[in-house]
């Protein structure tokens, strides 16, 4: 694929101006956003989307338009998956609603540099050593793998207990009072480490962990560096009215996770054989290509994609309504945090 300076250019520029309008909004009014603003800015991000893989279409061929609306709707659904994580968060830490949408933000950010970082990586891997296939692919199916075990289990997940978190509330001075994004503030002479900043390394470290599932998942789609940072960008914008707009529906999605595991698999799979037909490994064939091993086009890879997360999402709901009719006493939305202070953060 021939992407030119210009086209890079125009895409990273368009990026970081989108995130630097966000900031700037966000910043100057801290609020809970209306169900119209969420609805208005998802839509706006997905018709980019679309715009976007047709132009891909147009200007680089079929084939590549095909491999960036795979890579993307793979992006978006397992993206979709992390706000699960994200509401736990909000929740555990009690982050005040109005607060929310700074604290996404911030995510978000970390979430395009860390998948920079890890896209970099991966391309450098993949161009140098045609093996590291196998290594995406099986981490992939192993991945898949510990997703629906844990959902068999039902284990519950603690992201803000993780070891990093830990430390950062033991060795801190952590104070009680959320100030926006004010990472420290002083109060009758003591210097307070504000908790946002709890919960942005807990998020941080949530991205991280995000970006090596979804790496793997998107160099197993297309190889093309210029498609899978795009996909991530696409699938991150409008992320935080996603949370907002979804809110309890989020919850209702409760075979999202095995729809995920499947995709991973699927696409773990599809990487083991790309890595047969590239094998250059000795003890595999002499070192040499199976070229025997099956092919996943990139558009058949779009079709068992589209119909798994379509077939997720009927069956998830179908569920949701048959228990709500079980039991007609909803509780409330886990996300639904109010604006009192937390425990002693320290």
Request: hydrophobic share 50%; with cysteine.
């Amino acid at each position: 694929m021939d992407v030119t300076t210009l086209e890079w250019t125009i895409t990273i520029v368009a990026t970081i101006g989108v995130l630097l309008f966000d900031i700037i909004v966000i910043a100057r009014d801290p609020h809970e956003p209306t169900m119209k603003e969420c609805a208005v800015a998802l839509s706006f991000y997905i018709g980019a989307a679309l715009a976007f893989g047709l132009f891909i279409w147009l200007h680089h061929g079929h084939d590549y338009g095909i491999e960036f609306y795979t890579g993307w709707l793979t992006e978006y659904s397992l993206s979709i998956d992390n706000l699960f994580v994200f509401i736990i968060l909000m929740a555990a830490l009690k982050v005040p609603r109005k607060y929310q949408q700074e604290a996404l933000l911030v995510g978000i950010v970390l979430a395009l540099i860390f998948r920079g970082i890890f896209i970099a990586l991966g391309y450098t891997l993949i161009e140098n050593f045609s093996w590291v296939f196998y290594i995406f692919g099986a981490f992939l199916v192993y991945t898949a793998f510990k997703l629906v075990k844990s959902y068999g289990s039902h284990e519950d997940e603690h992201p803000e207990d993780n070891a990093v978190v830990s430390f950062a509330r033991k060795h801190l001075n952590v104070g009680e009072e959320y100030r926006g994004l004010r990472l420290w503030y002083t109060e009758n002479g003591v210097r307070f480490v504000s908790p946002i900043l709890i919960v942005i390394i807990a998020l941080g470290v949530t991205d991280i962990l995000f970006a090596l599932d979804s790496i793997p998942a998107i160099f197993g789609i297309t190889q093309e560096p210029y498609l899978v940072f795009t996909a991530n960008v696409f699938a991150l914008m409008g992320l935080r009215q996603l949370y907002f707009l979804l809110g309890g529906l989020l919850q209702k999605l409760v075979y999202l996770s095995l729809g995920l595991a499947f995709i991973l698999a699927f696409i773990g799979v599809k990487l083991v054989l790309h890595a047969l037909h590239e094998n250059e490994l000795s003890f595999i064939n002499d070192g040499h290509g199976v070229h025997g091993a099956p092919e996943i086009s990139s558009l058949f890879s779009l079709g068992v994609i589209i119909v798994t997360l379509i077939v997720t999402g009927v069956a998830s709901l179908w569920r949701a309504n048959r228990d709500e009719k079980a039991a007609p006493a909803v509780p409330a939305a886990v996300n639904d945090v109010d604006d009192t202070p937390g425990p002693d953060w320290r």
